[in-house]
């Protein structure tokens, strides 16, 4: 269960309570919702070791052109964010 941060304000007529989630809680939750599991794990594995992303474009490099997908263009691998780099291998290991 995740910790939750609480802050009372006290107003005149009556005191609210404000739950509030860590940033890094909030972040985590909205890639999860637009995410496979498995590549929310390996964003994590990239954000430590950012030498690995080179294997992950490799592969999808490879896949692209395999399946002769025209609308993905492997030189555009290096402007995309991590996160979409790892649901884009993701999404082409689960499709061969």
């Known amino acids: 269960m ?3 941060y609480t802050a009372e ?3 005149k007529e009556q005191a609210i309570v404000i739950e509030a ?3 890094e ?5 909205e890639l999860k ?3 496979h599991f498995a590549a ?3 964003n994590l594995k990239l ?3 950012p030498e ?3 294997d992950y474009e490799n592969y999808i490099t490879q896949e692209l052109i395999k399946s002769n997908r025209p609308g993905l263009v492997p030189s555009h691998l290096l402007e995309l964010p991590n996160i979409t780099i790892t649901n884009l291998y993701w999404y082409l290991k689960n499709a061969s």
């Open 2 to 4: 995740l910790k939750s």
């Open 9 to 11: 304000i006290i107003t």
């Open 21 to 23: 989630l860590p940033p």
């Open 25 to 29: 809680v909030v972040y985590y939750q």
């Open 33 to 35: 919702a637009m995410s």
């Open 40 to 42: 929310l794990q390996d």
């Open 47 to 49: 954000a430590m070791q």
């Open 52 to 54: 690995l992303r080179t």
